[in-house]
């Protein structure tokens, strides 16, 4: 019953990278980048065109932009939270733009500081304004299964969100898990009220694996049918916004389990892997991920690597 093909987003270099004290060098960040492509990943959220301000790892959007290797079949997107946003990433050249907000006002007014209402006409204006040039606009909903906040979040609620997304225009949107609040059960019920109620919508799930169980809500989310997921390199990544927030579902550790199942995600698990212990090189710390720790499961070792248990 899951899908066959499934395909991975890459956010680490967006969502892991805002929360990262130290500047990392920009021609890292392309080199990383260039690197998770070459591994067959083909969307990837490579930044986002934020005030400096408020996330300064970012503050280098457009030469990131600039250095990546426009492959063939390649989508590059970007995180935009304003017109001033939107008009630098246009000035870039990406090929998506994701235009955000919360299902509750309370996570909307920390993360953005303005109501629900007034992010949903600032996606019909940034909708509006990319069309004129050709760039997608992908839509996004933070605290989809849960908020630090206000607690459990209704399917109704959340469905109503998409609807007023859909009825502008966008109709590709992600359900983000910002705090790692999603359970299996959650997952079924939201993705099912949206299907039943909007089943043109092409929905992508974004779990977080704060309380270890992303990779369970994925196979909640393929059960419904769902073939696309964000994930993060090493693990890394988190909310600054949301109070125990932690590190995303690992990239490596998705295409590890979904090529497990025989689905096919067109990414090569071991150049993956080489690129999430890059990632542990320039970050100088040990990441979460755990296949980048233990290797394929096929992976043997001679009996000589081991002391023998003595009489």
């Not at 300064?56 to 079949?73: H, Y």
């Amino acid at each position: 019953m899951y899908p066959t093909k499934v395909e991975v987003t890459e956010v680490g270099t967006r969502d892991g990278f805002q929360n990262e004290k130290i500047f990392i060098p920009t021609e890292k960040k392309i080199d990383l980048i260039n690197k998770i492509v070459a591994s067959g990943v083909r969307r990837i959220e490579a930044t986002a065109f934020v005030s400096p301000r408020a996330v300064p790892q970012l503050v280098d959007a457009s030469e990131v932009i600039a250095g990546i290797n426009r492959v063939p079949s390649l989508r590059i997107a970007c995180l935009v939270p304003n017109h001033q946003g939107l008009a630098r990433a246009i000035a870039a050249e990406v090929d998506e733009v994701v235009a955000f907000c919360s299902v509750t006002e309370s996570h909307n007014q920390t993360n953005l500081n303005r109501s629900i209402e007034e992010s949903i006409e600032g996606f019909e204006s940034i909708m509006k304004s990319a069309e004129k040039t050709h760039i997608a606009v992908h839509g996004a909903l933070a605290v989809a299964f849960g908020c630090p906040f206000e607690g459990d979040v209704d399917p109704s609620h959340v469905a109503s969100l998409v609807n007023q997304l859909y009825a502008i225009g966008i109709r590709n949107i992600t359900l983000g898990d910002t705090t790692g609040m999603a359970t299996p059960p959650l997952v079924d019920r939201v993705v099912k009220t949206i299907q039943d109620k909007m089943p043109d919508v092409k929905i992508s799930l974004h779990f977080h694996n704060t309380r270890g169980i992303g990779l369970v809500n994925v196979l909640a989310g393929l059960s419904a049918g769902i073939s696309r997921y964000e994930s993060s390199i090493g693990g890394i990544g988190g909310c600054p916004f949301a109070p125990g927030a932690s590190g995303n579902i690992c990239s490596e550790d998705l295409v590890y389990m979904l090529g497990e199942y025989g689905i096919d995600t067109g990414v090569d698990l071991l150049s993956l892997m080489h690129c999430a212990h890059q990632l542990q090189g320039i970050l100088g710390r040990a990441l979460p991920g755990q296949v980048m720790k233990a290797g394929l499961r096929t992976r043997t070792f001679p009996l000589s690597a081991v002391k023998r248990a003595t009489r």
